[in-house]
């Protein structure tokens, strides 16, 4: 047998130079053109047919042109239609437009981020956000960390070498891999666990105070899992009384972050940082892409002299967020201060969406694959919040079935579409939940839809 090689990296450089853009780097295009002649010969040792110096040269120039363009990034947009509003895989809270814009004008332009604008001297980071915070929460002072696990790691630093008090009920794992008593450990404090799994009083926190071992007391909010029957957390008043007679600090991780009451959509309560403030917590942590519906970052709201030393600690510079986050942030709080986060923050916008305006897209799109010979139906279906939120809570929604066989084949073809179309299978009918899917793109859904089941 014969070896049969690859054109030289001369003949594709020659072939591709005439078609790439002006500017390009000649050292950057012959390491692509050198990569692309490697795997050309791997292709060949495993016998594929060859390709001539002009296919691989045009192979050449596509390839630099897909790494330039934005829309080939690799995080390619998707339509949700998985009935999970906040899903973590698909990168949980989609942004209010006055986010995505303030966002955009932070990336493309130097701004005030560390100036003062009156002197032109150095000043403190943008604090808008931190300011919209304060307001939103009644706490003292806020800072933001770029998410919820670093604004843990970095609050139970507090401790130094000293205790750091958790009920045995919420020693959990936040997602990731990341637990509570890892958390603890890396940040040099040691771990002191209280009460039982199931049930745990302010009682239980007592001796451990009393004995001075304990520096600060942490509560983690069971965000994503559900304990039932015969349970019992302590009251987080009566803990933080408990644990201020014992000069302890008291850090509540909320982890969702609702700013509204999420009983008002027929869920479950979630605890909101402002509640947990007046119930005397010294730090409340929690996350901006969950039920603040805004970017990932992590901020701690609470004591001013608290937020102070967390500022002054090195890891803050660690975890701290670009400008593009803090503009987007402070964008999302501003919508919330202004009271507009059931009509302008995507999750909620979607969470409060009527059952009847559901049904009346489904019938429009079921209507519309009838007419190009598709059956489908319109079906009651359950939407999650998801995003490690609310677990075991549901709101009605309404999902376009298709059935008969190939749904797990159709769920492929429209993942792979254009749009990518993300839904689930169940008993064996693709289901497109429209509550996770905006009006305005109905219509994109219904291409995608089109187009996987042409045959
Ligand atoms: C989600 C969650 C976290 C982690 O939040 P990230 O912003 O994803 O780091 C921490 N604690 C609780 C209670 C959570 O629910």
Request: aromatic share 2%; no cysteine.
């Amino acid at each position: 047998m014969s070896a049969v090689h690859p054109p030289s990296v001369e003949r594709v450089l020659a072939a591709a130079r005439p078609h790439v853009a002006a500017g390009t780097d000649p050292e950057a295009l012959t390491a692509a053109a050198r990569a692309l002649v490697a795997e050309e010969r791997a292709a060949l040792a495993e016998g594929a047919a060859p390709r001539n110096a002009e296919t691989l040269g045009g192979i050449l120039v596509a390839r630099l042109a897909a790494w330039t363009d934005p829309r080939a990034s690799g995080l390619v947009p998707v339509l949700n239609a998985t009935g999970v509003l906040l899903h973590t895989n698909l990168g949980r809270a989609a942004w209010p437009l006055a986010a995505i814009e303030a966002a955009t004008l932070a990336a493309g332009s130097p701004v005030l981020l560390e100036m003062d604008r009156a002197t032109g001297r150095r000043g403190p980071r943008s604090r808008l956000a931190e300011e919209h915070l304060v307001a939103l929460t009644g706490a003292e002072d806020a800072l933001v960390t770029v998410n919820t696990a670093a604004a843990l790691a970095l609050a139970v630093g507090l401790a130094g070498r000293r205790g750091v008090a958790v009920s045995r009920g919420e020693l959990v794992e936040i997602g990731g891999g990341v637990r509570i008593p890892e958390i603890i450990r890396r940040a040099g404090a040691r771990l002191v666990e209280v009460g039982t799994t199931n049930r745990t009083r302010a009682a239980d926190f007592a001796e451990p105070l009393a004995s001075g071992r304990v520096a600060v007391v942490l509560r983690v909010h069971s965000s994503n899992f559900r304990i039932e029957g015969f349970t019992e957390a302590p009251d987080p008043a009566e803990l933080a009384a408990l644990a201020h007679r014992h000069d302890a600090i008291v850090i509540d991780d909320v982890g969702s972050g609702a700013f509204l009451d999420t009983a008002v959509f027929g869920l479950a309560h979630e605890p909101m940082p402002a509640e947990r403030i007046a119930a005397g917590a010294d730090l409340v942590t929690f996350s901006g892409d969950k039920l603040l519906g805004g970017p990932q970052a992590g901020p701690i709201v609470g004591r001013a002299e608290l937020i102070a030393r967390l500022r002054r600690d090195p890891l803050a510079r660690a975890v701290r967020p670009d400008k593009v986050t803090l503009a987007a942030l402070a964008a999302t709080l501003g919508i919330w201060r202004a009271g507009r986060a059931r009509t302008e923050i995507p999750l909620w916008r979607q969470a409060g969406v009527s059952l009847a305006e559901l049904d009346r897209r489904a019938a429009a799109l079921v209507a519309a694959l009838a007419a190009a010979g598709h059956a489908a139906e319109a079906r009651p279906v359950r939407a999650t919040v998801g995003g490690g939120s609310l677990p075991g809570e549901t709101l009605p929604s309404v999902a376009l079935a298709i059935g008969g066989r190939g749904a797990n084949a159709l769920a492929t073809r429209l993942r792979a579409g254009d749009p990518a179309v993300v839904a689930r299978v169940e008993e064996g009918a693709l289901l497109a939940d429209l509550r996770t899917i905006e009006p305005a793109d109905d219509p994109r859904l219904l291409a995608a839809l089109l187009a996987a089941l042409r045959p």
